[in-house]
């Protein structure tokens, strides 16, 4: 089965190695329960990768597992007297239970039936010092997702939920390991080794953290992203496992302090995808480095912010461009002479737009924004007239928006970021929006400038900056994901919601509050509160949500 735009099937016909069955079960489940780990490729066992271990709260509630001694009733899940599968412990876990792993391997010959799904706020751990590897889980089953339809995975992960110190392979023909769907789980010291097609895949909103992992030898990718998601991959090994990553749709990962090496390429970029990249090693892939197709603006580094990667001792090629467009490279190691495409080493000029009228806009939902925005000079265009609608916008472009817009009264002393300094060509901007108490700083002292910035942020720096009394919470209702605002932030999406602030597009109920807020949306929550403040003329929109 072929999907529109990102085409699992044939990429992985056309780019992958051969998808073939897995015929050594026997042997990975021997090594397992004798503690002798997954049998990686030696190279990749060499790969240091920091073991970050999570301590478990006093006052959580504990479930233990143990395949060879553990029994399925009630009145187990102790320490003593274990659990025999995962999938009768998840049955039993509410929000806040760890369920803890023995070492050895969970199959449908142990009584797993697959897929499992953690529930929300759960944390599914074996050995995180071992990346999981001697604590196998192994197998699959029919899963019907909403953007993908049948798939055949090893586990779902819900909201809020932890997965660490655990293997997966899932040797079904099309096999992932985890899926990820509109979910924001925290995925960390784990492998994914000999999954059929891919470790995880992460579609519709999802918004996972997939850290200090280790892919290999998996038959099509590491891991597969698609649709409107997003997330954070960063410290993850990915070695000999087809395309290390395959980032495909409207997705836009940050993808940061990864090892991409003996994959097919390490990264293919494909439909419309933005993803960020930072600080990645990308070298001695049998083909290219990273591959660019059809539509997509990979983020190789700004003029804010290097790229810092090194992209090396490819095959073929380190960049290869076969878009009609131009990437920007901008402060990475890379051999202008193993680059194909157009591909520029400097970052481009920003454009006023001039009249406002951008080619990429015209018949966008949110053109009229953008366009009025523009003509007040507030935001800016790219090369060629375009507006590039669907990138993300870090922390200090918003500033520099706000401080544009609203040219804020200073409220409060300036603050000094640890980690920009009066140079910083986003300084003046940081320093307006925060004194005008539009936004603040990290806790550890930080202000983190080019880090995208989510939507539920824009909302609460609008609310807070243009001093909206709290909102009633009620008007949350409207949202089908509403829950997902956090704790913090109700009050302050509450009012913007009341004054007409927040524009949805496509769907009014769909909030998506922990996405990276695009260019076009900033656009259209800037100028609604324009609006607010009495500084620009309403501009009808089916999208802005009205309260009830």
Known sequence: MSYQGFQIDRLLQRYCPAVSGFTHLG?????????????????AAQVKVPVLLAQ????ATLLYVNPASGTDAPGAGTEVTPYRTIAYALRQATPGTYVQLARGSYTEASGEVFPLTVPT?????GEEAEKGQTVAII??????????????????????TEIRGVSFTNPNTRGTGIWVESVNPRIQNCTFNRNNREGIFITGTGNPVIVDSVFTQNGGNGISVANRATGDISGNVFQNTGFGLAIGEKSAPKVTGNR??????????????????????IENNKRDGIVVTINAQPDLGTAGSNGNNVIRNNRQYDLNNTTSGTLYSVGNTIDPKKVAGR????????????????????????QAYITALAKRKIISGFPGGMFRPDDSVTRVQFAAIIDKAFAPSAKQQATRFKDINSSFWGYSAIQSAARGGFMRGYPDGGFKPNQ???RVEVLVALSSGLNFNAGSTSVLSKY????????????????ATQRKIVVNYPALVQLNPTRQTTRAEVAAFVYQAMVNAGKADAIASPYVVLAP
């Open 452 to 454: 995208a910035i989510p």
């Open 480 to 495: 089908r994901d509403g829950a997902q605002i956090p704790s913090w932030a109700t009050s302050a999406v509450a009012a």
């Open 139 to 160: 197998g699959g089953g029919n899963l019907i997702s909403p953007t993908f339809a049948r798939q055949n995975v090893t586990l779902q992960a819900g909201k809020d």
């Open 260 to 281: 991409m090496t003996e994959n097919t390429d390490g990264l293919y970029i494909n439909d419309s995808a933005r993803p960020i990249l930072r600080n990645n090693t």
């Open 27 to 43: 042997l990975v489940v021997v090594l397992l329960v004798s503690g002798q780990g997954l049998g990686l490729a030696t190279s």
């Open 56 to 59: 478990t709260p006093l006052s």
């Open 343 to 366: 591909v520029a080493f400097a970052a481009p000029a920003i454009t006023s737009g001039g009249s406002g009228q951008f080619a990429d806009v015209q018949g966008h939902w949110a």
């Open 121 to 125: 706020g759960v944390t599914l751990r």
